[in-house]
Nanobody, 126 residues
């Protein structure tokens, strides 16, 4: 069974860079079966997709966050990381890592996020 555990600083100041780590067990972050992604949920709002990394190391990010997002992996530690730069108070949210499988409907591809970490709270405040 795949398990994911997020960790991060908790509190950051506006304009700083948030760095989060997701430690994975039960599978490899280089697995050909999964995408490894980041999702966040601001207080009182819905889930927002941030991006993911795939087996060959390629990354894909939300257009609204792309210029400020960096997703990478450490294969020796079986971890994926998220760096989000120039954060504002609107970046306050619970940040989740999750793995996803890709499916084909017959006309388009889609992903389902199957295993989630418990989430880590990030508060952006001066």
């Amino acid at each position: 069974q795949v398990q994911l555990q997020e960790s991060g600083p908790g509190l950051v100041k506006p304009s700083q860079t948030v760095s989060l780590t997701c430690t994975v067990s039960g599978d490899s972050v280089t697995s050909n079966y999964y995408y490894w992604g980041w999702i966040r949920q601001p207080p009182g709002k819905g889930l927002e997709w941030i991006g993911y990394i795939v087996s060959n190391g390629g990354t894909y990010s939300s257009p609204s966050l792309k210029n400020r997002t960096s997703i990478s992996r450490d294969t020796s530690k079986n971890q994926i990381t998220l760096q989000l730069s120039s954060v504002t108070p609107e970046g306050t949210a619970v940040y989740y890592c999750a793995n996803a499988e890709r499916y084909y409907s017959g006309s388009y591809y889609y992903t389902i996020y199957e295993n989630w970490g418990q989430g880590t709270q990030v508060t952006v405040s001066s």
